[in-house]
């Protein structure tokens, strides 16, 4: 006999709201990391869910279905609100007009930064809430990390060890970190890299008539790195697969084995002439302003690509979205718990009210109003538009495959050529299309995650306007936080750049301020990108997958691209010696390492936090407190064979774990 759910379930209880809001600190700030060293976000939905179990078995915190349900909601804002940040907000900082920035640091610009995460996360919020039902309720999406969650948070009622997987493997990436970091214990070596040099060859060249015009010396060579020693980055491998993973590392490969290479085999005097006898220097700066702008052009024709596969699903969900919020704003009858959102009266009244103070960031930025009043129209606009395009992406492949980069960049193209039009150029002009574009990607994306969230709460039994308030008050508390890990990442690294630098490379941010100060202030390098554009072309025509993912593996550090790559190896080596096991024990396998890998990535990614922020705090590091110097005599010379038992111990993490154990439940 099935036991009467009760009238009013305990959900929005005191302990899930603020472990929620806990959990979206520490998975916001730790995603702010992860976002700028590898430019991916990984979802904090699973370890938040594992969190949520594990915390609400102890007898003091006990918790039901529902509460563990708010918890999740709660935590994911922060993967969400923070993925909109890092992809956009860094562009102040990095666009530039004749030597002329925008910003020239983050920490003078907190407050307007905040503001647009503020804005934006809320708009994200109110839009999808009037979608609600036309994508949750009466559409046939399949919603595949809605399931995975719903599956996650049902299996908090049973006993189990997984809870123990997640948060061991948190911690060994954490110590991984701590003894690779030069603000920790420094005993490893992250990555090594160094210069092979190509033979001298002479090339005579002729006319068309074969007759010898000159004779030319190449040198060049290749610039090599070893991967990255980093544990978080091997999980987002291991987690996307050998597939996904090997396409991105073909970008590395063509950026750092192909293009460099050749263009230094091309024109042997660049050494020379940019100053400079380090051929690695001048690797450096080929990738820096030459491969990445191809890089940028590709990117292009991917999400364009990505945009015209998907058009017919993209009317579809415009068409549905309407037609079914029309319906549902005019019904009156009274609606059971499970059915009540948010009024939508009041909705669209704080969509109106948000209006005014994004209208006055605009003016800020660009000292027009006519400028302003575009920007807003069009982020209003475009903001709702993608928001419901977005919504729908979501629940066809969930909120971690969300073309968040394709439908920034279309807002981005839109807003900058009405500036353009209007003849608001220069500073203010570049200014204005960011500031559209940040909002508008801080929309789609906290959209993305509230409607993959509002799912799961569906197939819980959950309450729509609980969760969307619990999703209101996180937002406008990370919105006022998320700045602080962001500034303190920037500035513990500007000895490698900082954001925008080797350590950070920011690649959706670069992007957004490369093509901004190209369409606005008529620096883009043009060439490059249509070089570009012509290389995604050609590789869509070859029937090549996921293009975009291949620029972004060209736009990364190859110490980077080639972790991700690594842990794609270590999960084709587990699927080989599962392929002959029966579908269950292929499935505890697999539930095994996701959650090891996802433990690696938050682990890495929370003391790369803390780190940062002790070195900003002027906090002197281990190994300098040990030898009073910033790293031990025998670092140089053995630093790099010792990561090697780096390596081995994060391979054993990875699969000699989920291998040998039958069952995780």
């Not at 890495?604 to 940062?612: K, P, Q, S």
Request: proline content about 5%; overall charge neutral.
């Amino acid at each position: 006999m099935t036991t009467p759910e009760p009238k009013n379930p305990p959900e929005m209880t005191v302990k899930a709201v603020l472990l929620g809001l806990f959990l979206a600190l520490v998975f916001g700030s730790a995603n702010a990391y992860l976002g700028m060293r590898a430019g991916q976000t990984v979802a904090a939905t699973i370890p938040a869910a594992v969190i949520a179990m594990a915390l609400f078995r102890l007898p003091a915190f006990r918790g039901g279905l529902l509460e563990q349900n708010i918890v999740r909601t709660a935590a994911s804002v922060g993967e969400a609100l923070v993925a909109g940040a890092i992809f956009t907000i860094p562009a102040f900082m990095l666009v530039d007009l004749n030597g002329a920035r925008l910003w020239t640091d983050l920490r003078s610009h907190y407050w307007e930064a905040s503001i647009i995460l503020l804005a934006g996360g809320l708009l994200g919020v109110f839009f999808i809430i009037l979608l609600r039902r036309p994508l949750v309720v009466e559409s046939d999406l399949p919603f595949p990390e809605s399931i995975a969650s719903v599956e996650i948070v049902r299996a908090g009622e049973q006993a189990g060890d997984a809870p123990k997987y997640i948060f061991g493997a948190m911690g060994f990436a954490a110590l991984i970190q701590y003894l690779k970091s030069n603000r920790g214990l420094q005993i490893f070596r992250e990555y090594s890299e160094g210069w092979l040099p190509f033979p001298k060859s002479v090339v005579r060249h002729f006319d068309f008539d074969r007759k010898p015009i000159g004779d030319v010396t190449h040198g060049g060579g290749v610039p090599w790195s070893t991967p990255s020693l980093s544990p978080a980055l091997i999980g987002i491998g291991y987690i996307i697969g050998p597939e996904l993973s090997s396409i991105n590392f073909s970008g590395g490969v063509l950026a750092w084995w192909i293009l460099i290479p050749l263009l230094l085999f091309f024109d042997p005097d660049l050494p020379k002439r940019i100053g400079s006898a380090d051929p690695a220097l001048s690797a450096y700066t080929l990738w820096f302003n030459i491969v990445r702008p191809i890089a940028v052009g590709m990117m292009l024709v991917g999400a364009a690509n990505t945009m015209f596969n998907m058009r017919n699903s993209l009317a579809a969900s415009l068409r549905g979205a309407f037609a079914a919020s029309a319906k549902a704003s005019h019904e009156t009858e009274h609606k059971e718990r499970t059915e009540r959102d948010i009024p939508a009266k009041w909705v669209l009244l704080a969509i109106v009210a948000l209006s005014i103070p994004v209208t006055g960031i605009y003016y800020y930025f660009t000292r027009g109003w006519a400028a302003a009043i575009t920007a807003a129209v069009v982020m209003m606009i475009a903001g709702f538009l993608l928001s419901a395009v977005g919504g729908y992406l979501v629940g066809l492949v969930g909120s971690s495959n969300q073309p968040l980069s394709g439908l920034t960049l279309s807002a981005l193209l839109i807003a900058a050529l009405l500036m353009v039009a209007i003849g608001v150029t220069g500073l203010s002009g570049v200014a204005a299309v960011l500031g559209v574009a940040a909002v508008v990607c801080v929309s789609c994306s906290v959209s993305g995650s509230l409607i993959q969230d509002l799912k799961a709460g569906y197939l819980l039994r959950g309450t729509p306007w609980k969760m969307q308030v619990v999703e209101i008050i996180a937002v406008v508390m990370l919105a006022f936080f998320l700045m602080g890990p962001i500034i303190a990442l920037h500035e513990a690294n500007l000895a490698d750049g900082g954001i925008g630098g080797r350590s950070l490379p920011a690649p959706q941010a670069g992007l957004m301020a490369q093509l901004t100060k190209g369409i606005v202030g008529g620096q883009m390098a043009w060439g490059l990108l249509a070089i570009g554009a012509a290389f995604g072309i050609a590789l869509i025509l070859c029937g090549a997958k996921a293009v975009m993912l291949i620029a972004v593996g060209m736009y990364l550090p190859f110490d980077t691209s080639s972790a991700i790559f690594v842990g794609g190896a270590l999960k084709f080596v587990v699927d080989k010696v599962t392929a002959g096991r029966a579908k269950e024990d292929i499935a505890n396998v697999e539930e095994k390492g996701t959650l090891l890998a996802s433990g690696l990535i938050a682990g890495e990614a929370i003391l790369g936090i803390l780190l940062a922020v002790a070195a900003v705090s002027n906090v002197p590091s281990l190994t300098k407190l040990l030898s009073g110097a910033d790293q031990f005599s025998w670092y140089p010379s053995l630093g790099g064979w010792l990561s090697l038992a780096g390596f081995a111990a994060v391979a054993w993490v990875l699969v000699a774990i989920p291998l040998r154990a039958r069952r995780v439940t």
